[in-house]
């Protein structure tokens, strides 16, 4: 082991480390979706959040110099965006799922004409904790070098499960997802309730595209996402609406995203598409292996429009 | 209104609402009605569907604003501008839909309803309050269980327990025992009787079960077509007197006598056993037999698999085991066996299991026959004109009330939506007949034509099987009674030997 080699090792801690890094806009994105769905309300618009928060993350930790500027940008452009989602869809008669792909074009479109400066230059990033110190090993400090948005994003798992039963905005949540004409009959204003939620969905997408751009892979241009946003609101549907479930969902994606590069660093180089293709056939397999012709999906949210 | 005025400081109080007038675009839904509940009494709102009982009350809640009228709620004058208002006057209504939410606990929708829900809820402290207000109630309810896990009698008392632990003191009720069975219906009743003759509450209660009026009510205000038709104390009336008080002069179609022999099996059922949609077994491996000129009537409380032996039946659910035979020929609900056994099916909620909503009335009651002669060449070219005037004919013949047949079967009224899915079941020769809660939501006319038309069928010798939740129904129509619960029948008598209390008994499982 003198010559910092560990072998076939690499593959699992390669996989650990690829699935605490790629695994956060999973994350943030999933965390978001899962409170405007509970909400009673779907927005696939989010992979357009993700690419404009990465853009605009990218382009004011530029100008400003401050990461954390970046990351706040890019949540505020993402309730915007979510924003914008909400109000139309609180116009009579309008679709949220056609809604959504009009926004996620509309974003992924923006944030490519805006972004074409930024592919040049390079912005400060966001920094990273050093948890492996203890080993010299080479790989292993590597997997654990974790950032900081990752354990915001897991401390937010359980803070999220929480609220939702715990406080008055995550019933109120519930209330509208699960029927607007109770949360109408006790005065509330669903649409209301449902504009919030989405907003602050879009914030957290936007945040998970801000990782995107500031640390991993850590560069603005047009192929930075490849369709994490709408990946992660298929997640938050086999993660049963349940923000814990959301964090281990993510978590197995990542580590499924990772198994393709770690394998061809130890040499196995046949069927590398494959195995990059391994968080799609993840998701087929999970799919197919939950959903039944006969039963409809528990813990979803009876309001909204894929369960109606 | 003036906000911080209450209502008199404790006990029942009176609403009354006067001159009420409610126009939506071009339809008066309310033309000057005068409601008078006195303080501490059962009031009765009586009236068809459509009267306008619904759209009075919603006035009195500030859902709707009335165009003109006045409501005086504890002898003051109140402008109520929306619910919020009415609620903080101490007003409440219990929704023939209900408003709780089913994927939450019993206790978390307690504690939501409230206007004062603390932005972290403390729950074991809130759990100890709810169980010390539960004792002081008479009704009980499990706390923790989530609300799509009880009984639609507890979801019922639930309804009324939020008003209560709201502390309001008017309560308004729709409907509220059509989810009930009839012994659950008295209790219910029954125990809100008790609070008022205390003098703690003011109940208003919409309803079209007169024995319920006779039984609990003190007053009684009488709809009809928007219009005030009788108002008077219940003692003073009879049931004919206050049916023919919400009909009016209206003719109703008179049904036929029972005649007829019963003739050999026509609808067998074999173990048959359903799953619902989480899964679960909903229909527990009934049998059952149905014989021409016979009405099998299925009785039970909604939500005890009824529903999904009707889907099996009409082909919308695949049994996941048993046998299902017509005429002794296997059955798979395919369209060829349909068509060869004559069977006829009368849907619950006709627009959405036995319609199009956006097509035409002819294209719909077209349905079974659409890509035959003469009403289609060949099997494929089809022959609208035929369509139309098969439309007009049974248009006239069943009453249906449409502007044109190409009107879309949509914008049609509920009586009349289920007057076109009879049309074109009941239209020609039935020897099976499977109807579900057939009359649900109707008005009287549609109710009479409806009961005329099954009866008629039998008569003629098919084989019927009925489900219904309304049991008044069934015992006028069926010949045999079945009861249905937990997806078993426990249950099964003629109709002329069933036993009231019995039926009752066993549909709510004892």
């Given at each position: 082991?003198?010559?910092?080699?560990?072998?076939?090792?690499?593959?699992?801690?390669?996989?650990?480390?690829?699935?605490i890094r790629v695994s956060t806009p999973f994350l943030f994105v999933?965390?978001?979706?899962?409170?405007?769905?509970?909400?009673?309300?779907?927005?696939?618009?989010?992979?357009?959040?993700l690419?404009?928060g990465a853009?605009?993350a990218y382009?004011?930790?530029?100008?400003?110099?401050?990461p954390?500027?970046g990351v706040?940008?890019a949540g505020?452009?993402?309730?915007?965006?979510?924003?914008?989602?909400?109000?139309?869809?609180?116009?009579?008669?309008?679709?949220?799922?056609?809604?959504?792909?009009?926004?996620?074009?509309?974003?992924?479109?923006?944030?490519?004409?805006?972004?074409?400066?930024?592919?040049?230059?390079?912005?400060?990033r966001l920094?990273a904790?050093?948890?492996?110190?203890?080993?010299?090993?080479?790989?292993?400090?590597?997997?654990?070098?974790?950032n900081v948005l990752f354990?915001i994003g897991?401390?937010?798992?359980?803070?999220?499960?929480?609220?939702?039963?715990?406080?008055?905005?995550?019933?109120?949540?519930?209330?509208?997802?699960?029927?607007?004409?109770?949360?109408?009959?006790?005065?509330?204003?669903?649409?209301?309730?449902?504009?919030?939620?989405?907003?602050?969905?879009?914030?957290l997408a936007g945040i998970g595209g801000s990782f995107l751009s500031l640390f991993y892979p850590g560069?603005?241009?047009?192929?930075l996402s490849?369709?994490q946003?709408?990946?992660?609101?298929?997640?938050?549907?086999?993660?049963?609406?349940?923000?814990?479930?959301?964090?281990?969902?993510?978590?197995?994606?990542?580590?499924?995203?990772?198994?393709?590069?770690?394998?061809?660093?130890?040499?196995?180089?046949?069927?590398?598409?494959?195995?990059?293709?391994?968080?799609?056939?993840?998701?087929?397999?999970?799919?197919?292996?939950?959903?039944?012709?006969?039963?409809?999906?528990?813990?979803?949210?009876?309001?909204?429009?894929?369960?109606? | 209104?003036?906000?911080?005025?209450?209502?008199?400081?404790?006990?029942?109080?009176?609403?009354?609402?006067?001159?009420?007038?409610?126009?939506?675009?071009?339809?008066?839904?309310?033309?000057?009605?005068?409601?008078?509940?006195?303080?501490?009494?059962?009031?009765?709102?009586?009236?068809?569907?459509?009267?306008?009982?619904?759209?009075?009350?919603?006035?009195?809640?500030?859902?709707?604003?009335?165009?003109?009228?006045?409501?005086?709620?504890?002898?003051?004058?109140?402008?109520?501008?929306?619910?919020?208002?009415?609620?903080?006057?101490?007003?409440?209504?219990?929704?023939?839909?209900?408003?709780?939410?089913?994927?939450?606990?019993?206790?978390?929708?307690?504690?939501?309803?409230?206007?004062?829900?603390?932005?972290?809820?403390?729950?074991?402290?809130?759990?100890?309050?709810?169980?010390?207000?539960?004792?002081?109630?008479?009704?009980?309810?499990?706390?923790?269980?989530?609300?799509?896990?009880?009984?639609?009698?507890?979801?019922?008392?639930?309804?009324?327990?939020?008003?209560?632990?709201?502390?309001?003191?008017?309560?308004?009720?729709?409907?509220?025992?059509?989810?009930?069975?009839?012994?659950?219906?008295?209790?219910?009743?029954?125990?809100?009787?008790?609070?008022?003759?205390?003098?703690?509450?003011?109940?208003?209660?919409?309803?079209?079960?007169?024995?319920?009026?006779?039984?609990?009510?003190?007053?009684?205000?009488?709809?009809?077509?928007?219009?005030?038709?009788?108002?008077?104390?219940?003692?003073?009336?009879?049931?004919?007197?206050?049916?023919?008080?919400?009909?009016?002069?209206?003719?109703?179609?008179?049904?036929?006598?029972?005649?007829?022999?019963?003739?050999?099996?026509?609808?067998?059922?074999?173990?048959?056993?359903?799953?619902?949609?989480?899964?679960?077994?909903?229909?527990?491996?009934?049998?059952?037999?149905?014989?021409?000129?016979?009405?099998?009537?299925?009785?039970?409380?909604?939500?005890?698999?009824?529903?999904?032996?009707?889907?099996?039946?009409?082909?919308?659910?695949?049994?996941?085991?048993?046998?299902?035979?017509?005429?002794?020929?296997?059955?798979?609900?395919?369209?060829?066996?349909?068509?060869?056994?004559?069977?006829?099916?009368?849907?619950?909620?006709?627009?959405?299991?036995?319609?199009?909503?956006?097509?035409?009335?002819?294209?719909?009651?077209?349905?079974?026959?659409?890509?035959?002669?003469?009403?289609?060449?060949?099997?494929?070219?089809?022959?609208?004109?035929?369509?139309?005037?098969?439309?007009?004919?049974?248009?006239?013949?069943?009453?249906?009330?449409?502007?044109?047949?190409?009107?879309?079967?949509?914008?049609?009224?509920?009586?009349?939506?289920?007057?076109?899915?009879?049309?074109?079941?009941?239209?020609?020769?039935?020897?099976?007949?499977?109807?579900?809660?057939?009359?649900?939501?109707?008005?009287?006319?549609?109710?009479?034509?409806?009961?005329?038309?099954?009866?008629?069928?039998?008569?003629?010798?098919?084989?019927?099987?009925?489900?219904?939740?309304?049991?008044?129904?069934?015992?006028?129509?069926?010949?045999?009674?079945?009861?249905?619960?937990?997806?078993?029948?426990?249950?099964?008598?003629?109709?002329?030997?069933?036993?009231?209390?019995?039926?009752?008994?066993?549909?709510?499982?004892?």
């Amino acid at each position: 082991m003198a010559d910092g080699s560990i072998g076939l090792w690499t593959v699992p801690l390669a996989v650990l480390g690829g699935a605490i890094r790629v695994s956060t806009p999973f994350l943030f994105v999933s965390l978001g979706e899962c409170i405007t769905e509970r909400s009673g309300r779907i927005n696939l618009g989010l992979e357009g959040t993700l690419v404009m928060g990465a853009m605009s993350a990218y382009g004011i930790s530029y100008l400003s110099g401050s990461p954390w500027l970046g990351v706040l940008a890019a949540g505020i452009t993402g309730a915007l965006l979510g924003a914008l989602h909400a109000g139309i869809c609180s116009l009579p008669r309008v679709n949220d799922v056609a809604v959504g792909i009009a926004l996620m074009l509309f974003g992924t479109g923006l944030a490519f004409y805006l972004g074409k400066p930024l592919i040049e230059p390079t912005a400060p990033r966001l920094p990273a904790i050093d948890f492996g110190w203890w080993s010299d090993i080479p790989q292993v400090r590597a997997a654990l070098r974790v950032n900081v948005l990752f354990l915001i994003g897991a401390a937010l798992a359980p803070i999220l499960y929480w609220a939702f039963r715990t406080t008055r905005w995550g019933l109120l949540i519930r209330t509208a997802g699960e029927s607007s004409d109770a949360a109408r009959a006790m005065g509330h204003s669903v649409l209301l309730i449902r504009l919030r939620a989405t907003m602050v969905g879009g914030f957290l997408a936007g945040i998970g595209g801000s990782f995107l751009s500031l640390f991993y892979p850590g560069s603005w241009n047009e192929g930075l996402s490849s369709g994490q946003g709408i990946t992660a609101v298929a997640l938050v549907i086999f993660a049963r609406w349940d923000p814990l479930l959301c964090l281990w969902a993510s978590l197995a994606f990542g580590g499924a995203a990772a198994l393709g590069p770690a394998l061809q660093s130890v040499g196995v180089t046949s069927g590398y598409h494959l195995f990059n293709a391994a968080p799609y056939i993840l998701t087929l397999a999970i799919m197919i292996i939950t959903c039944s012709p006969k039963r409809t999906l528990t813990g979803a949210p009876a309001e909204l429009s894929i369960t109606r | 209104m003036i906000i911080g005025e209450t209502p008199p400081p404790s006990g029942a109080f009176g609403v009354d609402a006067i001159a009420m007038t409610m126009r939506f675009g071009d339809f008066l839904a309310l033309d000057n009605v005068e409601l008078k509940v006195r303080p501490g009494s059962f009031h009765a709102l009586l009236g068809e569907n459509g009267a306008g009982k619904s759209t009075l009350v919603k006035c009195i809640m500030g859902y709707y604003h009335a165009t003109e009228g006045d409501i005086i709620v504890g002898g003051r004058e109140q402008a109520i501008a929306n619910p919020k208002d009415a609620h903080a006057l101490g007003l409440g209504m219990v929704y023939q839909h209900f408003t709780l939410v089913p994927a939450m606990t019993v206790a978390e929708n307690l504690v939501l309803a409230r206007d004062d829900v603390p932005a972290v809820v403390n729950w074991s402290q809130e759990m100890k309050e709810l169980e010390a207000f539960l004792a002081r109630m008479p009704f009980k309810v499990p706390l923790s269980a989530k609300v799509s896990d009880i009984s639609a009698g507890e979801r019922q008392k639930c309804e009324i327990l939020k008003q209560l632990y709201l502390k309001r003191r008017f309560l308004i009720l729709d409907e509220p025992t059509s989810v009930l069975t009839p012994a659950e219906a008295d209790e219910v009743l029954g125990m809100l009787r008790d609070m008022v003759v205390k003098g703690e509450l003011t109940i208003l209660m919409i309803t079209h079960k007169f024995r319920e009026v006779m039984a609990f009510a003190d007053d009684v205000t009488i709809l009809r077509r928007g219009k005030l038709a009788g108002a008077g104390k219940v003692a003073e009336l009879t049931p004919d007197a206050m049916a023919r008080t919400m009909i009016g002069a209206e003719e109703l179609t008179v049904q036929p006598p029972r005649t007829g022999e019963t003739g050999q099996a026509r609808l067998e059922l074999a173990k048959v056993r359903a799953l619902d949609d989480a899964g679960a077994v909903a229909v527990h491996d009934v049998s059952l037999t149905v014989r021409a000129g016979e009405i099998v009537g299925i009785a039970g409380v909604s939500g005890n698999g009824q529903r999904q032996l009707v889907e099996v039946l009409a082909g919308q659910r695949e049994a996941e085991g048993g046998e299902i035979r017509v005429a002794g020929d296997s059955y798979h609900a395919s369209r060829e066996e349909m068509r060869r056994h004559r069977m006829s099916l009368l849907p619950e909620e006709p627009l959405k299991n036995a319609c199009v909503g956006g097509m035409s009335v002819a294209d719909n009651i077209a349905f079974r026959e659409f890509d035959r002669a003469p009403f289609a060449s060949g099997g494929w070219w089809l022959n609208r004109g035929a369509f139309r005037e098969d439309a007009k004919k049974k248009i006239g013949q069943y009453k249906i009330k449409t502007r044109t047949p190409d009107t879309p079967i949509s914008a049609l009224s509920g009586g009349n939506v289920q007057r076109a899915v009879l049309a074109r079941e009941l239209g020609s020769d039935v020897e099976v007949l499977i109807a579900a809660n057939p009359c649900f939501g109707l008005d009287f006319a549609a109710v009479a034509q409806i009961h005329a038309e099954i009866m008629a069928a039998r008569n003629r010798g098919a084989a019927v099987l009925l489900v219904s939740e309304d049991l008044d129904e069934l015992l006028e129509l069926s010949d045999r009674l079945v009861v249905m619960f937990h997806g078993e029948f426990v249950y099964e008598a003629r109709t002329s030997q069933a036993d009231l209390t019995e039926v009752g008994r066993h549909m709510a499982g004892h």
